[in-house]
């Protein structure tokens, strides 16, 4: 159960969102980089929105066809939705709150987490920045979840035409028991269509996951004619997964649609046998609205 609540965030998600339609003239730089905020897993875009002196808020639900934990298969054939809401201050701050619900969970809805962060640029160009947060989740079953606390900092590198970019993050979970990880990524974009404010483009993205993993192991054998199985826990550090993500994404002005597939290669720890790689279809819906 450890490894499934570790790397419970590691679900690649998507957003459904909705909202009232707002009359204002973005210019292109703005829908630049709204589509980017609502585009990405995480809050490294929102940086740039402090120079435009407004606030943000997104609100989104996400949806994926199956659910898999650190890219691995836990034998339940399940989809996920999970709504957010954040907040985007001018200044470099941001608060979100978010909820996962499992289709075969009891109870369902069995996740739900409130983050608070702040980022800035390290250079004048806007192509290098950072963020630090603070995550605290809320589990239906807490007995079974040792991680109710994450400390998340990352940096961040594009391009001057934002088409290229990668990013490195780091996360120390903690509560009853604690565990760190790493995630590396980086993405290539591709423009097919572009007029006006609406946009479609492809965005292959590539993470890499190395941490921290409690694996079970098991070791059976016949003692006075019985037979008997003894459980014992390894920790181990290393490898975790490597995901592809690309996704097909539209946007236009403040609304954004993806549809993407997701691609698991988990890497073995020692004691698991038999991994294969795993995907899963995903479907992302989302609406920014503006406090200018």
Partial sequence: ?????????????????????????????????????????GFDKFLELAKFKTDFLVI???????????????????????????????LG??????????????????????????????????????SVSYDRYFYNNPEYNPFKNSFNAGVE??????????????SYLFGSENASQFVFGGYKEFK???????QFKLKPELRVTVGQQTVQLARTFT??????????????????????????????????????YVFNIPSAFEGEENLSSTNTFSISISYVFDFN
């Avoid at 659910?67 to 201050?89: E, H, K, L």
């Avoid at 590198?157 to 780091?170: E, H, L, R, T, V």
């Avoid at 006075?224 to 002005?253: A, F, K, M």
Wanted: charged share 20%; aromatic share 18%; no cysteine.
């Fill in 1 to 41: 159960m450890k490894n499934i609540v570790l790397f419970l965030l590691l679900i690649i998600s998507v957003s459904l969102t909705y909202g009232q339609v707002i009359e204002h003239d973005f210019t292109d730089d703005e829908n630049e980089i709204i589509s980017n905020i609502i585009n990405e897993e």
């Fill in 60 to 90: 989104s639900i996400d949806y994926n066809n199956n659910t898999y934990f650190s890219g691995r298969d836990v034998g339940i054939d399940q989809f996920n939705i999970a709504p957010q809401i954040t907040y985007f201050n001018s």
């Fill in 93 to 130: 701050l941001f608060l979100n709150f978010g909820a996962t619900y499992f289709s075969e969970f009891d109870p369902k809805w069995d996740f739900t987490s409130i983050s608070l962060g702040y980022g800035n640029n390290i250079v004048k160009s806007n192509r290098l920045r950072w």
């Fill in 157 to 170: 590198f594009d391009n001057k035409g934002k088409s290229i970019g990668a990013d490195i993050i780091f």
């Fill in 192 to 198: 097919f269509f572009e007029k006006g404010s609406s």
């Fill in 223 to 260: 003692f006075r004619g019985r037979q008997i199985t003894l459980y014992q826990y390894h920790e181990d550090y290393g490898l975790v997964n490597t995901q592809l993500y690309v996704p097909i994404q539209y946007s236009n002005r403040n609304f954004d649609i993806d549809l993407g």
